[in-house]
Nanobody, 118 residues
Framework: QVQLVESGGGSVHAGGSLVLSCAAS????????MTWYRQLPGRDRGLAAS????????EYADAVKGRFTITRDNTRNTVDLHMNNLKPEDTGVYYC???????????YGQGTQVTVSP
């Protein structure tokens, strides 16, 4: 079955950096785009960054452009989110997501907490 396991969350001060990693299994990873979503306190879950199956295109939420970078390794079935210059408003739970099948079914990992203090 599809499994997405996030790791790398933690607590940092503003201006710090974290790298989140998502290990995927149970589906042909190199054939599907991957997305990092985040749920900020009091807000709906929203997209942070996405990457195509081949890794040739990426997209970012305006709030993270220039600070976050999404990468993937199709040999290791992992997708990472490199987060620099973190701000307190980045605090939230970060989820790895993919959509598989026809019709598309969304799969999320369990989430990893990121806390940024002033």
């Amino acid at each position: 079955q599809v499994q997405l396991v996030e790791s790398g969350g933690g607590s940092v001060h503003a201006g710090g950096s974290l790298v989140l990693s998502c290990a995927a299994s149970g589906f042909p990873f190199s054939q599907y785009g991957m997305t990092w979503y985040r749920q900020l306190p009091g807000r709906d879950r929203g997209l942070a960054a996405s990457i195509t199956a081949r890794g040739d295109r990426t997209e970012y939420a305006d709030a993270v452009k220039g600070r976050f970078t999404i990468t993937r390794d199709n040999t290791r079935n992992t997708v990472d989110l490199h987060m620099n210059n973190l701000k307190p408003e980045d605090t939230g739970v970060y989820y790895c997501k993919t959509e598989i099948g026809y019709p598309r079914v969304a799969y999320y990992g369990q989430g990893t907490q990121v806390t940024v203090s002033p």
